[in-house]
DNA sequence: GCATTAACACGTA
DNA sequence: TACGTGTTAATGC
């Protein structure tokens, strides 16, 4: 059980909800700490939960054999993943570590799947996102050869406020230049040569520990 | 030549 | 004192 008021003020789509659908989302919800460099799933994992980043910061990506790490997608505050394991019934593609203490939402099987079943705002939330995620991805295909570090920079910060799949997330993120380079697959002194130039070029503003977002489409675009 | 790691200096909470 | 940031030197591909 989670309370409502603390559910809304992270989660947009908890705001669509109908109070009695909301009711029955708070009471299928538990939360649950993650420390920083700890693991809340590996790849193969069956994790029977919808989960939703209350506060700090998740990376998603995978690990090859040899041990190469490529990550996928940044999730801050507000962001919530999973649900296409759930709906399929599979194990995790990707492994999801924590890049600073954080605090999520879990929710369990049952009360997704009612959710799912009955609730319309819940289903074009579900909807919103899926095609949200399926445009990054063909994006990221599209710009495969695209590697220098300010344009895997500008993505992730691109991604990390993309307004569909967190309308909550405003115009700045508490980011340090280190988590950004761990995002983006970089060293923390190439993340802040990157992250100067595009501050440079007017698309971000830089401040200790945070990031305000000045031009997302010259982000989401970078390099085009 | 390029990017990465290691190491140190500086300012701020 | 701890952290984020900026810089340089050494190293590996």
Redesign the pocket.
Known sequence: MIAPEKLLSTTHWARDLPADELERACKGLAERNIAQGAYLCHRGDRLDSWTGVLSGLLKLGSTSRSGKSVTFAGLPEGMWFGEGSLIKGEPRRYEVVAL?DTRVAMMNRQTFNWLFDNSVAFNRFLVRQFNERLGQFIALVEHDRML??PGRLARNIAWLFNPVLNPLAGDNIEI????IGLLA??????A?RG??QLEEEGLIA?????VRLLDLDGLRLYGE
Request: a negative charge; hydrophobic letters at 30%; charged letters at 35%.
């Open positions: 600073r220098d570090a340090s230049q280190e988590e697959g970089v060293s923390r002194q190439a802040n992250l100067r830089l401040e200790p520990g945070l």
